[in-house]
């Protein structure tokens, strides 16, 4: 396929060189950003003339609102924008709204996997859009991951995501916060993961991820809390799922509380730049009350 990708940096570069890799045409964008082995354009719309796809990967649902805004108008009918950032549900639902109207389809597909992911080819992408959208884009997942479900129409590969990583702020709290009582319980951390890790208690948090260094396999908590899944972005798709809940009109209190423990976490203390993980050593120094 001919395919634009826009924005290059440390989860699209990767997943562009991939789609490379398995001989697509591919030439991408990024305002700042300029990888090697990527060909880059001069403008988000050049790369969207005549392109089959046009692959975004993005920060947030404004700046989708804006590429959309300069690329839709440029590419060919019946081509697909895959936006693989992870963004508000309107954004989505938005900016496939413009594309259907303009004789395109649109696919919103949110990754799951990480930077590690990105560059193995092994992310999980959650998607929303028609079927006949899904299926066109669908060998192109088969490269950038292991995994693309089809969760349901526009908006609904966000939501999953939203929901997911709703989840996983909250168990990993749990996961921290347990750790931190056991020490102070006097249990080897070593024993608690044997016994939960197999137990109730079982989680990605503790199996997969295990935020006590040198304890299951290896995770940022064994290189210094670096990420890893950065904090900030945790804390980032918290607010989304708390923004959803808002609109919504869902009673979320324990993702409230995941948001609030994560912002005072990443703008109060010295979460910023650490692994979300991080927050084990945390709740290590912390008094109750």
């Known amino acids: 396929m001919k395919i634009g990708f826009i924005g290059l940096g440390n989860m699209g570069a ?60 440029a590419m060919q009918n019946g081509a697909v924008l895959l936006d693989c950032s992870t963004v508000d549900v309107q954004s989505a639902r938005d900016v496939a709204a413009q594309a ?14 990480g930077i590690g992911g990105a560059s193995a080819g092994t992310l999980t992408f959650m998607a929303g859009g028609s079927q006949e959208a899904f299926t066109k884009v669908n060998p192109l997942f088969d490269i ?30 749990g996961t921290c916060e347990a750790f931190a009582l056991a020490d ?36 940022p908590a064994d290189n210094g809390y670096q990420p890893g899944f950065a904090a900030e972005l ?10 959803a809940a808002d609109s919504a009109d869902a009673d979320t209190p324990m993702g409230q509380l995941a948001e609030a423990l994560y912002t005072q976490f990443v703008e109060g203390e010295d979460g910023l730049g650490r692994d979300f993980s991080a927050m084990l050593p945390r709740f290590e120094t912390r008094r109750r009350g």
């Open 14 to 73: 990767p997943m562009a060189a991939n789609l490379i890799a398995a001989g697509h045409d591919v030439t991408g964008f990024d305002v700042s950003a300029r990888p090697e082995g990527v060909p880059v354009a001069t403008t988000a719309a050049e790369v969207a003339q005549g392109a089959d796809v046009v692959i975004t990967m993005l920060p947030n649902g404004d700046i989708l609102r804006a590429v959309a805004a300069d690329v839709v108008p």
């Open 100 to 113: 259907d109207a303009a004789g395109l389809m649109a696919v919103d597909a949110p990754v799951s996997g």
């Open 144 to 173: 950038m991951g292991q995994k693309a479900v089809h969760c349901g129409e526009a908006g609904a590969g966000q939501a999953a995501k939203i929901c997911n990583n709703m989840i996983l702020g909250v168990t990993m709290i």
């Open 184 to 219: 102070k319980l006097g249990l080897d951390r070593q024993k608690m993961f044997d016994v939960v890790s197999t137990s109730s208690g079982y989680s990605w948090s503790m199996n997969a991820y295990c935020p006590a260094p040198g304890i299951g396999p290896q995770s």
């Open 234 to 243: 945790m804390l980032k798709d918290l607010r989304l799922s708390q923004q």
